[in-house]
């Protein structure tokens, strides 16, 4: 047990020694502790972890599984990477990405492959990036990535200027990369607003960038999660799997965000049964620790021998913990228990939302997503970025951990093994939080410092 004093004094040297360069602060109670889908604060109050840690905790916090064979591999360690070091878990880990992703990095015929271990989903995309640029010239091919309009890719490096939500935001622009248009339901590009004139619009928008005849490589989350949590129209990345056919350009899906079971399925590209040349993870990967992959076709990840070490790349005892991760995800069939879970808390939240017709409904534009990656979309008709940081805000107040995206957009996605009574109170609560915030619980200076974005 802690006392007040303690959690003001820990806020204070958040303020003091964490630099803001690396923070997005949404509340102001710091955690202690955390076990499954739980946080600790320090008066021992549990939050339910409506994000955890964007995406990163898929199996929660404090797993024994993972613990027990981290610890043997810290304790018995065969070096500290796989640069300069041949390491079982390394290898073995890397046959299981590859076995696991048995349709990527084939394009139209059958190749060899190869796996890059790194740290986080940054490194893995940045990585990618530039071994299909380099690939590129070496073929006389240019180096023009296609990416899209309020993606997420990475927060350093060359995977920056491949962000449309960083370079939207001021980050360094890359000019050798085209932004295209993303198909949006809610704010379509379209006049009609049709979604499958929208659809057509994007597959047009991103077949005449492919024209160009300058392109390296395409990327593309098949779900986009940091931009609002926008989930595609069917035909979408098929479409796109077509125009990279066309234009013999490497396809590189980016599933380090809800990759690997939370989607309901383990890749979310099996959604529409497409064959990605790349494929990047990171975040759930480690199940913990820093730990990302890439998996894609021999002729590009052996194009530039030495081009992208890291020291610690392909760390053991992260492979070891990423080894465990996977064998759960295998062995308890967590992508069926994510997609199961998604949907019940989606009816669910429509459900409370239902019964309060007319108080808070209206702030709620629309409920969406697939599996685990869930959203709702806020608007108070005021100010929805404001609303959406007071809602973040209350809801930790009343017991949940929730960040938004998108300006303002709740993003849900807890671990995949939450329970599903965790699941009911954490719906319960974040309907209430919205029901407070729109009955004006929170001023404008509470939450000075601890808005979010
Ligand atoms: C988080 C994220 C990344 C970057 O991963 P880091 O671990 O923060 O380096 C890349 N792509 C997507 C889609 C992400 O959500």
Redesign the pocket.
Known sequence: MVDDDTVEQLCGLDKEVIAAAGKVRFFNRPVVGGKGSELYTPEGSALIDFSST???AGLGYGDPRIAENVHKTLLNCPGLGIGSLISAPCLELAKRLLDLTDTVGYGKKECERRVYLG???????DIAMRLCRAASERKGGGRRVLAFEH??????GE?LGL?GVQVEGGAREDRCVTFLPYPNRTNPHVSSGNIEDELDFCLKEARRAALGNDVACLIV?PIL??GGMIVPPDGFLSGLRSICDEFDIPMIC?????GLGRPGTTHAYQHEGIRPDIV?F??TLGAGL?I?AIVGPASIMDCAPGSALLTMGGNPVCASAALSFLDILQREDLARQAGEKGDYLEKRLRRILSKREGRISRHVVDVRGRGLARAMELDDGKSPERFAEKVCYRANQLGVVVYYVGGHVLELTPALTISYEQLDDGADVIVQAIEDVANGAIDDDEICGFGGW
């Open positions: 964007w995406t990163a740290h986080s989903g940054s490194d893995a995309n993606s997420y890719h990475g927060g350093f995977a962000s989350e999660s940091d980016d599933e380090v965000k809800v990047t990171g975040k820093p990302s």
